[in-house]
């Protein structure tokens, strides 16, 4: 029987078991043009908006990336920066003014690196104490900006839908403590009120936990108050288990009259929840706090730093006044895991719909660290005052109407006689251009555009700009 020559080098290598984690040559190599990669990414001025292509074309330019024996860090690299990176549209590019964008700051963009490089697990205090710790100093930054206690606490997640659901879960399991230790029945059907207009993950999350949605029409502001909430309440009395205020709508950038909401829990018992994934954050600015009266009332609150707090893809901020009601609704439980759970100890993975996770909160820290406070609330400050002029602009121009005076940095406007493919037409053609990235949007039955205003380096210049394409 004669047996099959399997001695090349690459299969030679290929049985090496440490070569992925040694520190070798290779590696050596490979970590260098990473860091340089990164190093130019991050410090480009001339990082272009960049634009989807079709699965087609990446097949034809990027197939048989994946082999058995492998193509090479170099080869690798060269195919994301090349063919990869360009059809992903660079979401912090100043330009970037569609759904809600990112624009994340330096430090926290290069201490992402640090957290990757550094293997550190985000679970437990026993594992990541450190990591807990400064994690948890940003969350307590965070409650004392919204006037929280304290006392509270909480963790960051991946994002507000999960923010979202997390919260929720806690609120529900709080309920039906409170309905057990009171004897009485527990309701056919547990309840969450909120405004028609509130977020799509609160519908999903209902969704999830198998719950029902009472969606409460807002105000002719676009805000939900309390005379809605009541009504709701009254109606749905015992299966109400929380109330989800939105504190600065995707669509509109709306903050709910969250004071006259949490006034109610004087008259009902409820959980009030606070959805402020991309508007809380500007809470940080004088301009802008007196419009968030009321959320020092939340049981809970979510913040998305990945939006408005300029730290990287992905991270929300749950945070709870009590955040004991928080772990034991979250907290699993297994043999394994009794290590963990029969100590005081503060494990972030107690306190979410979660259990492995990455410290997603250290880039905020370490920025918050860097530059200190002051600097969020200029940069979030100026983003303000620029919606504010370019909706003075888009009055000023008579084929153009101003859906709503912003509240926050969403500027909503249409175009007179306009159909929603001259909108669609309009858009493509900024992306393809590379001008900007703004896409069509709409409400109550009508198509219109929105400028969604985060970054710091987006100017009136440009936004005026693309007014003049209209």
Known sequence: MTRENHSSPGNAAARNPSRMHSVSPENTELV??????????????????DKPETEAELDRLAAGALTEEGIGASSALALFENVLAPACITTDHPQYLSF????????ATAFDLVVSASAVYGGSWLEGSGAVYAENQALTWLAH???????????????????????????????????RESG????????IVCSAEAHSSIASAAQVMDVDVVPVEPRDTGSLGSEGVRAALEEHAGSVFAVVATAGSTNFGIVDDVASIA????????WLHVDGAYGLAAMLSPLARPLFAGVEHADSVIVDPHKWLFAPFDACALIYRDPEAGRQ??????????????????SPSDYAAHLTRRARGLPLWFSLATYGAGAYREAITAALRLAREIAHEIERRPHLRLVRQPQLSVVVFERDGWLPADYERW???????????????????????????????TTLDQL???LDTM
């Open 464 to 466: 005026t700009g693309i």
């Open 329 to 346: 609704a979250h907290t699993q439980h297994a043999e394994y895991l009794d290590t963990l759970t029969q100590t005081s100890d503060w």
């Open 32 to 49: 260098d043009l990473v860091l340089d990669y990164s190093r130019r990414r991050m410090l480009a001025s001339d990082t272009p908006l």
């Open 427 to 457: 858009s493509a053609r900024l992306l393809g251009e590379q001008r900007a990235f703004v896409t069509p949007s709409s409400h109550a039955g009508r198509t219109n555009t929105r400028f969604a205003i985060l970054n710091p380096m």
């Open 145 to 179: 900006e919204f006037g929280l206690p304290a006392t509270a606490g909480g963790v960051f997640v991946q994002g507000g839908t999960l923010g979202n659901l997390s919260a929720l879960v806690a609120a529900r399991e709080h309920a039906r403590r409170r309905v």
């Open 100 to 107: 809600i964008p990112t624009a994340p700051r330096k430090a």
């Open 184 to 191: 009485a029945a527990m309701p056919a059907r547990w309840m």
């Open 263 to 270: 006034a109610l829990k004087g008259e009902f018992d409820f």
